[in-house]
């Protein structure tokens, strides 16, 4: 019932009708029955007035004789009136008749409990003169009414109305049923067994129900269709959406996976998020490798070179903006050294994106191209520009402090001129050649050789301090130089070298004057007779061991 109630509307609104059609009937029968109890008691009064009325001549002879057969059959014919329950003659204080029903007495207190408008007080005295002078009172007539039969009239009236007012109210409830059921409940039912089984996507509308057009029904059917068709379309946009994205994924998807590109995530420690395959060709590793390898395969791959990889990661951060720059990786697996390009720039919150690429033939390229700047060409020495950008490298490490002092020996060969002059600049090449030879062979590899034109050539003995040393390196040269150069085996020629020799310390280093002094010192043997060397005091600098000018 309660199940029914909450789920049926028909039933709901019949209920709360008839409740409230019962409450308001009961109310008014109520009501009926008090206002009907009151007009039963004063129409009974003027029945009893009217039963008074009649025999008023009778009683009034009656009483003046004092007859008290006829007061008696008086009585007996005003008990005949249903509203009386009992009746009194009274003459002198005397009673002269009297009578009564048999149940009165008996039901008088229930009918007064029953009828709240109706008591015993109601009782009807009458006065009754005699016949011959209408001013000499000669009884009363004492009339009790008969509650009983009041209250039973009055009774049945209100019971009536209170039929009336149930059928009228089971009469509304089932008017109301009839139209909740047929206005509201049938057409919303009807519309949700249709909704259940509406397909929007083939277009599918509700109808709207008949007489139902132009009414709220009518206008909740066409707003439905409504939403059903912008969610129809808002589906379809989103579906649409949804196939856009996934095909953008998957290519996304594609792209991430067969570029040649290294693509990652790291974040700002520099550990690696994700990354595609790419990414661990490029550094030799694959999914065995373990992922806290993997992770920090950035920062340890670097080795050397992290404080450059953490400034630009702070710089990309702070600055948000893109930063690159190239690495060198010395991959265990391989003996070579692989240079990567590295960009990163900062994506989302606490993670950077970045793309690195094998740039190692290109950087190789670059470095056959330094290489080939730097070298002189006949003699494959470093040439002038090579032994100016060696000077500067010098300089920065004299100036951080990381450099021991050096000798410097600026040479020139004596009478090369004339090699040229006498068997032409071919031959002159070959003693070019051959004296490059001669000293590369003399000195470290670690040690710096250069052209700087002409016959002129320059050698750096480095992390020397013993000019005992550098002096008889000089002489070594001097020595194999002049020692006649065999051309083709059909020639044979014949050269010196002057060599001037300035030293620098660990820490002071001014390159002009190393330059300029050993070039003078050079000159100084060239003037005094070739073919040998002078080793420059640099005074204010310090001095090599055992330093002396030769
Ligand atoms: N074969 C050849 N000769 C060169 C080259 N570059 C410069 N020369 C010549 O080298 C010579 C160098 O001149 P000098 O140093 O004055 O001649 P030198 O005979 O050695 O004179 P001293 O130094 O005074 O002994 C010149 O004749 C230049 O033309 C080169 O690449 N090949």
Not at 269 to 285: D, T
């Amino acid at each position: 019932m309660l199940r029914l109630l909450r789920t049926s509307i028909v039933y709901r609104s019949a209920f709360i009708v008839l409740g409230i059609a019962l409450l308001v009937g009961i109310f008014f029968a109520l009501l009926s029955y008090h206002f009907s109890a009151q007009s039963e008691q004063a129409q009974a009064r003027q029945r009893m007035q009217a039963s008074l009325s009649t025999v008023e001549n009778t009683a009034s002879i009656a009483c003046f004789v004092l007859d008290q057969n006829l007061a008696a059959e008086l009585v007996r014919g005003l008990l005949k009136n249903g509203d009386i329950s009992r009746v009194q003659i009274i003459s002198d204080g005397k009673v002269l008749a009297e009578a009564d029903k048999q149940s009165t007495q008996k039901s008088e207190t229930s009918a007064l409990a029953i009828l709240p408008g109706i008591n015993a007080s109601n009782q009807l005295v009458h006065e009754v003169y005699s016949p011959f002078n209408p001013n000499e009172k000669v009884c009363e007539i004492h009339l009790d009414p008969n509650l009983d039969f009041i209250r039973e009239q009055s009774t049945s009236k209100a019971r009536f109305i209170v039929y009336l007012l149930l059928l009228q109210a089971l009469a509304m409830a089932s008017a109301v049923v009839y139209v909740v059921l047929n206005m509201i409940t049938r057409p919303i039912k009807n519309i949700s067994d249709r909704l259940h089984t509406l397909a929007p996507e083939s277009g599918d509308k509700l109808g709207l129900p008949d007489g139902n057009e132009k009414d709220e029904i009518g206008q909740l059917v066409r707003d439905v269709n409504t939403l059903v068709a912008s969610l129809l379309k808002t589906l379809n946009e989103e579906r649409t959406l949804r196939i856009k994205h996934a095909i953008g994924e998957a290519k996304f998807q594609t792209i991430f996976e067969n570029a040649e590109t290294g693509i990652f995530q790291l974040n700002f420690a520099g550990e690696l998020l994700s990354y595609n395959p790419a990414f661990l060709r490029m550094f030799n590793l694959d999914a065995n490798s373990g992922s806290t390898n993997i992770a920090n395969a950035l920062t340890s791959l670097l080795e050397g070179q992290e404080l450059r990889l953490h400034l630009m990661i702070d710089t990309a951060i702070n600055e948000a903006r893109v930063m690159s720059d190239d690495f060198y990786i010395q991959l265990t697996s391989t003996a070579h050294k692989k240079w990567v390009h590295l960009v990163i720039s900062p994506a989302e919150d606490g993670i950077l994106q970045g793309l690195v690429n094998d740039i190692t033939e290109r950087k190789s390229q670059e470095e056959s191209a330094n290489q080939l700047a730097v070298t002189d060409h006949l003699t494959g020495l470093n040439n002038r520009l090579g032994f100016e950008k060696e000077i500067s490298r010098l300089s920065k490490e004299h100036a951080n402090g990381n450099a021991a002092g050096f000798f410097l020996l600026m040479i020139d060969l004596d009478k090369f001129k004339q090699v040229n002059d006498s068997h032409g600049h071919t031959v002159g090449d070959q003693v070019l050649i051959h004296f490059s030879q001669l000293v590369s062979n003399t000195v470290r590899r670690s040690d710096f050789v250069a052209r700087l034109g002409g016959d002129e050539f320059i050698i750096l003995l480095k992390d020397l301090t013993h000019l005992a040393k550098a002096e008889e390196i000089a002489q070594k040269i001097i020595t194999q130089v002049s020692i006649p150069i065999s051309i083709n085996d059909k020639l044979a020629v014949q050269i010196g070298a002057s060599i001037g020799i300035s030293y620098t310390g660990p820490t002071e280093f001014i390159a002009d004057d190393l330059l300029t002094q050993a070039d003078a010192a050079m000159y100084e043997v060239k003037r005094s007779g070739r073919n040998a060397y002078r080793v420059v005091h640099l005074g204010g600098h310090q001095s090599p061991q055992d330093a002396e000018t030769v």
